[in-house]
């Protein structure tokens, strides 16, 4: 297709230079602290457990009872597994597909997070309006654990963030490109 | 215009780079009425109901319940991140003249990405406020309000869909923008 047969003239010698290696060092570790970011919100959210027992009624809090918290586990595992591929794919054809991906998988961390923090931000305040009570002082545990999820999450966004800085850069001055 | 790599080159990209261009403009107008549209459609969400909840000998005492946007801080980003995304993806429509130079053009893609983000977050946040609207928890003993303020979720509702919809044509937007960035190193080098 026309797309990917645009002609650039290259100015870089054959060989790699320093400062192209540099940058690739720096992009392999920030694909790395993703996938480690990824990893540990979904796990600190996948254990987050806590029940307490109010006028003879159990009151329990998982993950599973709330959307929002199961889209967290689930979009921050889907982000764990791509960064894994994408540290492992030869940088040659496929490298137009992985930005592509990198974009969309960054703006599903942050939907996620989005969606978590609206429930969280509802868990510890409730809404007066609605009838709804704040959870966070019976299940404190629970709300602590949510929100050291949310933090993990958070840092993988921020990463996902420069790896698409970093791909933008590297579409834009050709020579970077392999 | 001084191309240094062959006229055949431009005469080449020269129609493509103009259907990538105008697909860029009707997609950012399509977004900008769709993030309006979401945007104006939570603002003026609304809904009232009055109930008898007690009767006094032969007087009834009324009471009115309100479902409006600003009661839930979810709603009030919603419409926030739409307005704004709204506002630029219009403020870019009409500076398109000035932004013909190759930094500006970057410029207005990384601010594409950042408009794009936003509306995404609003509209998740929105969206998990929705559900939870629609169906309640019964694990946190939320009651779902849909059953009684049956407008307000509707106009809810509909406004979820533009901001999602508006945050596709976003997404198409980023991606075409990135075609047409990449392959502007063949036509045009200093514009």
Redesign the interface.
Known sequence: MRLFKCRVPIAAPCSITKMVKSFRVLYLLLRLLAAAAALSAAIVMATSHDSTTLLGITLEAKFQYNPAFEFLVIANGIGFCYSLIALFIPSSLLSRLVIMFDVIIAMLLTAAIAAAGAMAQLGKNGNTHAGWLPVCDQVPNFCDHAMGAMICALVGVVTYLLIVLYDVHMLLSPKLLP | MADE?GKQ?EME?RP?HQTVTLLLVSLRLAALVATSTAAGLMAFNKETKTVTVAVVGTNPILQSF??AFQ????FVYFVLANAIASLYNLLVMLLRPCLKNRGRQ?LV??LD?VV??LV??????????A???KNG?K?????P?CDRFEAFCIRGGVALVAAFIGAVLL?LM??LS??G???K??TSNNN
Request: glycine letters at 4%; aromatic letters at 8%; one cysteine or more.
């Open positions: 790599n080159t990209s493509w309100t479902a009661q839930t801080p979810a970057v893609h990384l990405m794009f983000a995404v977050t609003g509209a998740a946040a929105a969206a998990s406020m559900e939870l609207g928890n694990y946190a003993r939320w009651n309000i997404l980023n991606a990135v075609v960035l990449t392959c190193n063949v």
